[in-house]
């Protein structure tokens, strides 16, 4: 099985989650995280992604380089979203295989775990909603997206 939280960061100018009509989480400039979980994930690998992102130097310097980490911002914010498809298998056929994503109760406190670090490092963290069908909303400044994996 595969072993390590994935994190899918985009630097935003702005970015969103609706559910339904509901506005459940947003964010100004920051980061947008999508979090896949597998199966041996732990605690542990949660609280390292939220680390990793969190020091993770892509945001505008002023000086038009991606040289800052959301620890060195004046303002860090990050959405959180639940992104078990991180862990589609596509190597065989047309229908992605989704067996890597860990189920739902394992999954979601580690999602919980990413975000609350991410606040206890002093970011200002908005989520998802854990297992509903979301609209996530951004506008990617850059584009700068990166794939961690812990």
């Not at 020091?55 to 505008?60: S, T, Y």
């Not at 589609?88 to 999954?107: E, I, N, Q």
């Amino acid at each position: 099985m595969l072993t390590g939280v994935r994190g899918l960061v985009q630097r935003v100018t702005e970015a969103s989650v609706t559910v339904g009509d509901e506005v459940v989480g947003a964010i100004g400039p920051g980061l947008c995280l999508l979090v896949g979980v597998t199966h041996d994930d732990t605690l542990a690998t949660a609280t390292t992604l939220a680390e990793k992102a969190y020091h993770l130097r892509v945001l505008d310097d002023g000086a038009g380089r991606a040289d800052r980490s959301l620890a060195e911002a004046p303002h860090p914010a990050v959405l959180v979203v639940s992104q078990f498809t991180l862990y589609a298998d596509t190597s065989r056929g047309r229908r992605p295989s989704w067996l890597a994503a860990a189920p739902g109760p394992v999954a979601e406190p580690l999602v919980e775990a990413v975000a609350r670090r991410l606040a206890e490092l002093g970011c200002t963290v908005a989520t998802g909603r854990f297992g509903a069908h979301m609209l996530v909303r951004l506008v990617g400044d850059g584009p700068v997206t990166v794939l961690l994996e812990v």
